[in-house]
Nanobody, 116 residues
Framework: QVQLVESGGGLVPPGGSLRLSCAAS????????MRWYRQAPGKERELVAT????????SYADSVKGRFTISRDNAKNTMYLQMNSLKPEDTAEYYC?????????WGQGTQVTVSS
């Protein structure tokens, strides 16, 4: 079955960096666009970044543009989110997401906390 497993979260001071990974299995990874979402306590889940199937096209939320970079390695069935210049407002649970055969799938999430 489709599985998405995030990793790489943690506690980082403001201005620091983290790299999140999303390991995918159970479907043809190279055939699916992928997304990162995040949800902060008490807030709605928001779209952070999207990457096309071959990685040739990406898009970002205005709040992370210029600081975050989404990428993928189709040979490793893995998507990444490089997060630089982290701010306290980036604190959230981060989720990877895809749609396979018209069904949406979410990972379990990885917590990112930006605090001194």
């Amino acid at each position: 079955q489709v599985q998405l497993v995030e990793s790489g979260g943690g506690l980082v001071p403001p201005g620091g960096s983290l790299r999140l990974s999303c390991a995918a299995s159970g479907f043809t990874f190279s055939g699916s666009a992928m997304r990162w979402y995040r949800q902060a306590p008490g807030k709605e889940r928001e779209l952070v970044a999207t990457i096309a199937r071959a990685g040739q096209s990406t898009s970002y939320a205005d709040s992370v543009k210029g600081r975050f970079t989404i990428s993928r390695d189709n040979a490793k069935n893995t998507m990444y989110l490089q997060m630089n210049s982290l701010k306290p407002e980036d604190t959230a649970e981060y989720y990877c997401y895809t749609i396979v055969n018209f069904i949406a799938y979410w990972g379990q999430g990885t917590q990112v906390t930006v605090s001194s």
